[in-house]
């Protein structure tokens, strides 16, 4: 009977894992889908201004179809990250809180990646923020980076981080291990490069395109990094 009442709440997170998001996407897109109805509705075959307006509003109607399901979904990854802490996980739904990473990963990448082909950067930004990402002031993004666990993930005052860029704040060896990134003010992160669970990275700090950061690193202020894993080559002036 033990053995049965532990496999419970795993098979009823297991069905929760998939009912849950497909609730929330079904409420993301009834209102774009309600906005298509009414265009039918109004579309007269023989009105030529009909005509010139349909590719505009169809046009309107997706971008209403972007937002909806971008800040819906968002706002569940918000809910979901809110008790997602750093440590050391169990790989199995039974865990709590595998099981709210899970969702939160559902909620956040699933629009990310349809942002990675429309990179509408303000809309970008948002799902960020929803996602729990701490970003200063003027700080850039390039729109093609990949900030896994925005979270955990601090970014400081007037960065700029580089295309294609990976910032991951989880690993998974044998069990799911998450640590914090924090990235400094007046950094520049190269375009490709990669960061680790655990790094820190100072204030003025120039991270090389293409350079590994490996987990748990702490880059020194005032200095220039490149290379896999990263060394330093000099001062930054």
Same mark, same amino acid.
């Given at each position: 009977?033990? @053995?049965?009442?532990?496999?419970? &709440?795993?098979?009823?997170?297991?069905?929760?894992?998939?009912?849950?998001?497909?609730?929330?996407?079904?409420?993301?897109?009834?209102?774009?889908?309600?906005?298509?109805?009414?265009?039918?509705?109004?579309?007269?075959?023989?009105?030529?201004?009909?005509?010139?307006?349909?590719?505009?509003?169809?046009?309107?109607?997706?971008?209403?179809?972007?937002?909806?399901?971008?800040?819906?979904?968002?706002?569940?990854?918000?809910?979901?990250?809110?008790?997602? /802490?750093?440590?050391?996980?169990?790989?199995?739904?039974?865990?709590?809180?595998?099981?709210?990473?899970? =969702?939160?990963?559902?909620?956040?990448?699933?629009?990310?990646?349809?942002? /990675?082909?429309? /990179?509408?950067? &303000?809309?970008?930004?948002?799902?960020?923020?929803?996602?729990?990402?701490?970003?200063?002031?003027?700080?850039? =993004?390039?729109? /093609? @980076?990949?900030?896994?666990?925005?979270?955990?993930?601090?970014?400081?005052?007037?960065?700029?981080?580089?295309?294609?860029?990976?910032?991951?704040?989880? =690993?998974?060896? @044998?069990?799911?291990?998450?640590?914090?990134?924090?990235?400094?003010?007046?950094?520049?992160?190269?375009?490709?490069?990669?960061?680790?669970?655990?790094?820190?990275?100072?204030?003025?700090?120039?991270?090389?395109?293409?350079?590994?950061?490996?987990?748990?690193?702490? =880059?020194?202020?005032?200095?220039?990094?490149?290379?896999?894993?990263?060394? @330093?080559?000099?001062?930054?002036?």
């Amino acid at each position: 009977m033990a @053995e049965r009442s532990d496999r419970i &709440p795993v098979v009823a997170r297991s069905f929760l894992a998939i009912a849950i998001p497909v609730v929330v996407y079904s409420l993301s897109f009834a209102p774009p889908l309600y906005m298509s109805m009414l265009l039918i509705r109004w579309f007269n075959p023989r009105n030529y201004i009909h005509f010139f307006l349909l590719p505009i509003l169809v046009f309107l109607n997706f971008l209403f179809t972007l937002v909806t399901v971008t800040l819906i979904s968002g706002s569940f990854a918000w809910l979901f990250k809110r008790k997602i /802490n750093e440590g050391e996980y169990e790989i199995t739904l039974g865990d709590k809180t595998v099981f709210r990473y899970a =969702l939160y990963c559902i909620f956040y990448r699933t629009p990310l990646k349809i942002l /990675n082909i429309i /990179n509408f950067l &303000p809309l970008r930004y948002a799902l960020l923020r929803l996602a729990g990402l701490k970003m200063g002031k003027n700080c850039r =993004l390039m729109g /093609n @980076e990949l900030i896994e666990d925005p979270f955990v993930t601090e970014i400081g005052d007037n960065t700029l981080i580089g295309g294609y860029t990976i910032i991951t704040a989880h =690993l998974i060896e @044998e069990k799911l291990k998450i640590s914090k990134i924090k990235i400094g003010s007046n950094c520049l992160i190269g375009g490709a490069a990669f960061i680790m669970p655990g790094v820190i990275i100072e204030d003025n700090v120039t991270v090389g395109a293409m350079s590994l950061v490996p987990k748990n690193k702490v =880059l020194r202020r005032n200095r220039i990094y490149v290379g896999i894993p990263v060394r @330093e080559i000099g001062e930054r002036r």
